[in-house]
Each structure stands twice: as structure tokens, then as C-alpha cells.
């Protein structure tokens, strides 16, 4: 009985794992039959014409994604060796509460930021008309991703083991030559991994960047403006699934790019787990 | 020297944004919290401008004590498994499924959800449902926590048990869960806020925006204060509904500290016991 029941609950995350495919699959049917995959390259999305083309999207969650990188990762690194090198224990302590904090504030709260105090600082900074756009989705997914680095990326400098340490401070190197040519390193296949775990929070962040991109269905233009509204792959999901009519193409189309999602998410799993 | 000087000016938006976010929230939804707001559930007229959260407050605890009450039977069994017959390859596997569930976006729990709960179980949008996929979400920490919960067990105590020739079940019962309860029991608290903290796979399976103030069964819809910030914010028009979505925040942020607070004081007070016992 007991034996049972532990071999059920095990199976169980197999389970979910296999259903949610199997009916993201089926429900995305009505899409592939018409398009195939061809679908995932269109640049028009527009369901009352039928054109389901997943490339504005995409565009637009790639740029966001890589924005919020670029911002998060110099600054979440800088902050992980100030808190794991630097700072003495009181001040490490506080600076990883205060991060564990920042993890802690629901997405929504970030949006409710985002809205009400990204956007008016944006517009008035770069003399837009609105200030939804790719930028302010990259900036805020920077926020909410800052603390994964961090407190990832210190965690991998702190394991650097002593022997390591103090042999660079034997052969009397400096401060930034021992930082720059043993501690990153060495603490490098735990960052690169903090790195990505972040990617894929930044990929699935769903309200938060709803609330503040725009969702305007059209590729940039030109493709690296980030000042215009645009949408991104969960953005698109969250706005329109309450609008699609059950079984109908556009449906489809949007369960396919959850699909997409999800596929890319296990992806990037599998190749963390391989680095780990 | 210059090269630290380097890292700290790099580091500053990490040292200064989270008390400012955090100050940002509490200037602009402090002002709107009464008691009045707090613990009425009148439907206000003007779009939820004027009316109380208690229904919100409500409908979000009682979604994540659902959810939580759902996933822990299956967690705990996971865990157990993992620990008690699992081969080392089957421990491998089963903590790469975990990973991997993990990984998958909560959005995409709700598209799922929305099609399989929701329209082909006809749960409609419920209560239920949105338990249900708040289940899945959480119960791949829920799983982990509870494994490095029980790996924590001293190895003498299983051996010792195990060689007084007791049955399975009374190593679990008797040794491992009353030796890793206080683990395990933060990792749940710790799931209620990550449950109370999501939006996305609810949005569109489990609640409505307003007309509900304690649902009649699990196969009705609730009102949660995730979801009601969520439309509130976009109500630009009315100055009054963004206080109302500010003061609101303020309360998911308290719920959610309170839970990850109590966590932290459990965990602490777990780890002092653990290190006495080493002594």
C-alpha cells in the first residue's frame, strides 16, 4: 500500500510532464495541419486575415531577453563579488536579504512599478508618446532577474576553495589579477548557470512585461528599435487567450506558442542540467 | 584599488534598488490602507474604486491553501520514493523530470489548464481548477525541498532503525519525518507565498474580476488580490483605482513576507537544533 502510493506520487511528475505536452500538442493540431511549421518564421500576425506568424514575437521577446542580460548580469555579478570578496559578514548578510527580498515581490507588484513609475520616468527621459515598448519590458525583467544572478553567481565564488585562494595570494598577486585569473574561472560553470536559470525567468515572465510592452503585433521597425510598443511571446499568450474562441485556428495558434515556450524552457533545462 | 572601486560602482543599482522598490511600494500603498479596506467586502460602485479587498485577501489564501493541500501528498510521496526505493538512476531521472517541470513557464500551466480542466473536464473557471495548476506549478520545489529536508536525516538514525528490524512505514513515521518536519514544513510555507505570488496561470482558469466574495463550491470562481492588481493597474483614467491597486499590492507583499518570515524563522530555529545535535 504504502509502497503504491510512493510509486504513483513519483510517477506523477512524469506524468504531468507527458500530459502537458501531449495536449499542447493536440490542441496546436488545427494550426500545423494548416501552416505546418512554417508558421514559427511568418512576420504577420494578424487572426482576423489568419495570418498567425510568430516571428514579431519572437523578435520581441529576444530583445528583451538580451536587454535585461546586459543589464543584470554586469551589475548582478559586480554585486555577488562585493557580497562573496568584499563586504565583511554583516553587510553580506544584509545585501543577500535584500536581494532574497526583491526575489520575494510578486510580478504583478513589478508591473504595478512598471506601469505607474517606469513608464512616466520613461517617457519623460526620452520624449515619447507612450512609453510602452521593448525597453521598459528589458528594464523591467532586469529588476526581477537580479536576484537569481546575484545570489546564484555568489554562492559559485564562495565554493572557490581556500587552497586556490591562497596560493594566488602566495605567488603575490593583485586584488584584480587574482579576481580576473583564479576566482571567476573557477566560479565560472556556477555563473554561467545563474545566467541561465535568469533566461529562462525572463523568457516566461508573463504579467509583469504584459502590463508594459505594449502589445502591438508588428515587428520593430527598424528591427533593433526598442523605443516602440511591441509584444512578446508570453505577452501575446496573456492578451489574447481570453478572446480566442475554443477550437478555433487562432486558438491553436496561441496554444502552439505556449508550446514553443515550453519546448525552448525543457531545452534550456536539459542543458543546465548537462552543465551542472 | 581602482578595479574594486570598479565593482562597487557596478554593484550599486543591486545595493539600492531593492530599498527602493520596497520604499516606492510602501509610499504609495500605505496611504490607502484602513480598516475599512482591509475587512470590507462591499462591491463598491466605480470599478472597484471604492470597495474593500477582504473577498481578494480571502479568495488568494484559500487558492493557495488549496493548492497547497493538493500537492502535498504527492511531494512528500515523491520525495519519500526518491529516498526509500529509487535506484541511483531512477534518483537521477526522476531529479531531472523535477528540474525540468520547474523550468516549464507558469503561463504555460494555464494554457494547459484552461484546456484541460477548464473545457474538458468542464470544472469551468473554478476555484478547482486554478488549484489544481497552482499544484503543479509549486510541487517541483515542494519535491526538492523535501528531499534535501530528508537527505539532512543523520545516516545512524536510518541504519539504527532499520537494524531493529522495523518496518518501512515506522522509519518514515517515526524517525525521518519527526527528524525532518521543521525542513519540510518551511518548504511548504515557502510554496503557499510562491503560490500566493503568481498571476499568470490563474488569470484566465480560476478567477473574475469582481461579484464574488466567498465561492459557493470549488467548481465556482474566486476573486484574488494577484489578479485584481493586475486589472486595477490598468485603469489609467481613475486616480482612486490606482490607490486601491497600490494598497493592495502592499497586502500581497505583507501576506507573501509573512509566510516566507515564518519559513525563515522555522528554518533558523531548525538549523540551531541541528548543530546542537552535532555537538
Redesign the interface.
Known amino acids: 500500500m504504502?509502497?503504491f502510493?510512493?510509486?504513483?506520487?513519483?510517477l506523477?511528475?512524469?506524468l504531468?510532464?507527458a500530459?502537458?505536452l501531449g495536449?499542447?500538442l493536440q490542441?496546436s493540431w488545427p494550426l500545423l495541419q494548416s501552416q505546418g511549421l512554417s508558421f514559427v518564421t511568418e512576420p504577420e500576425w494578424y487572426p482576423y486575415e489568419a495570418l498567425y506568424g510568430l516571428l514579431p514575437v519572437l523578435v520581441g521577446s529576444f530583445w528583451s531577453i538580451v536587454l535585461a542580460l546586459l543589464l543584470a548580469v554586469?551589475?548582478?555579478?559586480?554585486?555577488a563579488?562585493?557580497c562573496a570578496e568584499?563586504l565583511p559578514g554583516r553587510g553580506r548578510a544584509v545585501?543577500r536579504f535584500?536581494?532574497?527580498?526583491?526575489a520575494?515581490?510578486?510580478?504583478?507588484?513589478y508591473?504595478?512599478?512598471g506601469?505607474?513609475?517606469l513608464l512616466p520616468l520613461l517617457e519623460s527621459q526620452f520624449d515619447l508618446l507612450t512609453g510602452r515598448s521593448l525597453l521598459a519590458a528589458g528594464l523591467l525583467l532586469a529588476?526581477m532577474i537580479?536576484p537569481t544572478i546575484?545570489v546564484f553567481s555568489e554562492t559559485a565564488i564562495r565554493a572557490v576553495v581556500a587552497e586556490q585562494r591562497q596560493t594566488a595570494m602566495l605567488l603575490g598577486l593583485d586584488?584584480?589579477t587574482r579576481?580576473l585569473r583564479v576566482l571567476l574561472p573557477q566560479a565560472w560553470p556556477g555563473i554561467r548557470i545563474a545566467i541561465l536559470l535568469a533566461l529562462?525567468r525572463a523568457?516566461?515572465?508573463?504579467?509583469a512585461v504584459m502590463?508594459v510592452v505594449g502589445s502591438l503585433d508588428r515587428l520593430p521597425q527598424p528591427l533593433y528599435n526598442l523605443l516602440q510598443p511591441a509584444q512578446t511571446l508570453?505577452s501575446r499568450?496573456?492578451r489574447e487567450?481570453?478572446e480566442a474562441a475554443?477550437g478555433s485556428v487562432h486558438w491553436a495558434a496561441?496554444?502552439a506558442s505556449?508550446?514553443t515556450?515550453?519546448l525552448v524552457?525543457?531545452a534550456?533545462?536539459?542543458l543546465?542540467?548537462r552543465w551542472r | 584599488m581602482l578595479?574594486?572601486f570598479?565593482?562597487?560602482?557596478?554593484?550599486l543599482?543591486?545595493?539600492l534598488?531593492?530599498?527602493a522598490?520596497?520604499a516606492?511600494?510602501l509610499f504609495?500603498g500605505l496611504p490607502a490602507l484602513s480598516w475599512s479596506f482591509l475587512f470590507s467586502a462591499t462591491e463598491g460602485t466605480g470599478f472597484g474604486a471604492t470597495s474593500g479587498i477582504l473577498a481578494q485577501l480571502l479568495g488568494s489564501l484559500l487558492l493557495a491553501l488549496a493548492a497547497i493541500l493538493l500537492a502535498t501528498?504527492?511531494?512528500?510521496?515523491?520525495a519519500?520514493?526518491?529516498r526509500?526505493?529509487?535506484s541511483k538512476r531512477q534518483q537521477g531521472l526522476?531529479a531531472?523530470?523535477?528540474?525540468?517541470?520547474?523550468?516549464?513557464?507558469?503561463?504555460?500551466?494555464?494554457?494547459?489548464g484552461?484546456?484541460?480542466f477548464v473545457?474538458l473536464l468542464q470544472w469551468g473557471v473554478s476555484l478547482l481548477s486554478g488549484a489544481v495548476i497552482l499544484a503543479?506549478v509549486i510541487?517541483?520545489m515542494l519535491?526538492l525541498n523535501s528531499i534535501a529536508s530528508l537527505e539532512r536525516v543523520p545516516e545512524q538514525y536510518t541504519e539504527a532503525a532499520q537494524s531493529l528490524g522495523l518496518h518501512?512505514?515506522a522509519v518514515?513515521g517515526r524517525v525521518w519525518l519527526v527528524q525532518a518536519w521543521p525542513g519540510i514544513l518551511t518548504g511548504q510555507l515557502l510554496g503557499i507565498?510562491r503560490a500566493?505570488?503568481?498571476?499568470?496561470p490563474i488569470?484566465?482558469t480560476a478567477t473574475v474580476f469582481s461579484g464574488v466574495v466567498w465561492p459557493e463550491s470549488i467548481f465556482s470562481p474566486v476573486t484574488t488580490l494577484?489578479?485584481h492588481?493586475?486589472y486595477l493597474?490598468?485603469e489609467g483614467s481613475n486616480q482612486q483605482v490606482?490607490q486601491v491597486?497600490?494598497g493592495s499590492?502592499v497586502v500581497?507583499?505583507g501576506v507573501?513576507?509573512g509566510f516566507?518570515l515564518l519559513a525563515r524563522c522555522l528554518s533558523n530555529r531548525y538549523e540551531k537544533t541541528q548543530r546542537l545535535g552535532v555537538e
Open positions: 504504502l509502497r502510493w510512493l510509486t504513483f506520487s513519483a506523477t511528475t512524469a504531468v510532464i500530459t502537458l495536449f499542447l490542441a554586469p551589475t548582478g555579478l559586480a554585486a563579488i562585493l568584499l545585501l535584500s536581494m532574497e527580498l526583491m520575494g515581490i510578486p510580478s504583478v507588484v508591473g504595478l512599478l506601469l505607474w513609475l529588476l537580479l546575484m586584488w584584480p579576481l529562462g523568457m516566461g515572465e508573463t504579467v502590463l508570453t499568450i496573456g487567450m481570453a475554443v496561441l496554444i505556449g508550446l515556450l515550453a524552457a525543457m534550456l533545462s536539459l543546465i542540467q | 578595479n574594486k570598479i565593482i562597487v560602482g557596478l554593484a543599482p543591486a545595493l534598488l531593492p530599498g522598490c520596497l516606492y511600494i504609495k501528498p504527492f511531494a512528500l510521496g515523491t519519500l520514493y526518491y526509500l526505493y529509487a526522476l531531472g523530470l523535477l528540474n525540468m517541470l520547474q523550468s516549464i513557464p507558469p503561463i504555460v500551466f494555464g494554457l494547459f484552461l484546456i484541460v473545457h503543479m510541487m517541483p519535491v518501512h512505514s518514515i507565498a500566493l505570488s503568481e498571476t499568470a488569470l484566465f494577484q489578479t492588481i493586475f493597474a490598468q490606482i491597486a497600490w499590492a500581497l507583499l507573501v513576507a516566507a
